[in-house]
T-cell receptor
Framework: NAGVTQTPKFRILKIGQSMTLQCTQD?????MYWYRQDPGMGLKLIYY???????DKGEVPNGYNVSRSTTEDFPLRLELAAPSQTSVYFC???????????FGDGTRLSIL | AQSVTQPDIHITVSEGASLELRCNYS??????LFWYVQSPGQGLQLLLK??????LVQGIKGFEAEFKRSQSSFNLRKPSVHWSDAAEYFC???????????FGTGTLLAVQP
C-alpha cells in the first residue's frame, strides 16, 4: 500500500539545468496535484489534473510543465531551473468528491 | 476571493495543556474543510475533515474541530497536548469539480515539557 510516491527525495541543480520530479500513485485516483511549499507561505498549487490527458494551471505555474499520460503518473518538469524554484515540492492525489487529498513525502530541491 | 487565514504563526503550549488553533476562511460555495499536520521533513497527514452534517468533527490523535458558518471558522482543538504533537498544522478549504485546495500559511506548534 504505497500511496503517493515521489522521487527523488532530494536534489541539487545548477541554474539553467532541467529535471523532472516524478509522482506515482497506486490508488487509482483521478485527481492529482503539484504544490510547492516555501517557509511561511503554506502550499501553493502549481498544476493539477482531473484525469489522464487533462492538465491545468494552478496559482504558480510559471517555469513548470506537467503531463498526465496515465492515471498513475503525474511528472513535473522544470525546464530552466532558477534560484526562485528552490522549494519543497509535494504531489497529492484524491478520488474526488468528499475524499481528502493524500500527499507524498516531498522532493526537496535546491538550485544554486 | 477564496482564502484561508491562520492568524497564529507560532504557538507554544505546555505538555498537558489544552490547545486551540484558529482558522478562518473565505469561500463562495459550501466549503469542504480540512486540517493537516506536517512533522519536520515529512509530508502532510490528514487530521480531520468536514463536509456536512455535525459541525463538531473528530479526528485522529485526539483532535477535534468545530465548523462555525456564521464566523467562517474551523478551529482545531485538543484537550491535552502531548510532546509528540509538536509539528506544523495547516488548515485548508476546497471543493468544486476540481477538488483543489487552498491552504493557510500554517501554525507551528511547540510543546514545552
Amino acid at each position: 500500500n504505497a500511496g503517493v510516491t515521489q522521487t527523488p527525495k532530494f536534489r541539487i541543480l545548477k541554474i539553467g539545468q532541467s529535471m523532472t520530479l516524478q509522482c506515482t500513485q497506486d490508488m487509482n485516483h483521478n485527481y492529482m496535484y503539484w504544490y510547492r511549499q516555501d517557509p511561511g507561505m503554506g502550499l501553493k498549487l502549481i498544476y493539477y489534473s482531473v484525469g489522464a490527458g487533462i492538465t491545468d494551471k494552478g496559482e504558480v505555474p510559471n517555469g513548470y510543465n506537467v503531463s498526465r499520460s496515465t492515471t498513475e503518473d503525474f511528472p513535473l518538469r522544470l525546464e530552466l531551473a532558477a534560484p526562485s524554484q528552490t522549494s519543497v515540492y509535494f504531489c497529492a492525489s484524491t478520488m474526488g468528491g468528499d475524499q481528502p487529498q493524500h500527499f507524498g513525502d516531498g522532493t526537496r530541491l535546491s538550485i544554486l | 476571493a477564496q482564502s484561508v487565514t491562520q492568524p497564529d504563526i507560532h504557538i507554544t503550549v505546555s505538555e498537558g495543556a489544552s490547545l486551540e488553533l484558529r482558522c478562518n476562511y473565505s469561500y463562495g460555495a459550501t466549503p469542504y474543510l480540512f486540517w493537516y499536520v506536517q512533522s519536520p521533513g515529512q509530508g502532510l497527514q490528514l487530521l480531520l475533515k468536514y463536509f456536512s452534517g455535525d459541525t463538531l468533527v473528530q479526528g485522529i490523535k485526539g483532535f477535534e474541530a468545530e465548523f462555525k458558518r456564521s464566523q467562517s471558522s474551523f478551529n482545531l482543538r485538543k484537550p491535552s497536548v502531548h510532546w509528540s504533537d509538536a509539528a506544523e498544522y495547516f488548515c485548508a478549504v476546497g471543493g468544486g469539480a476540481t477538488n483543489k485546495l487552498i491552504f493557510g500559511t500554517g501554525t507551528l506548534l511547540a510543546v514545552q515539557p
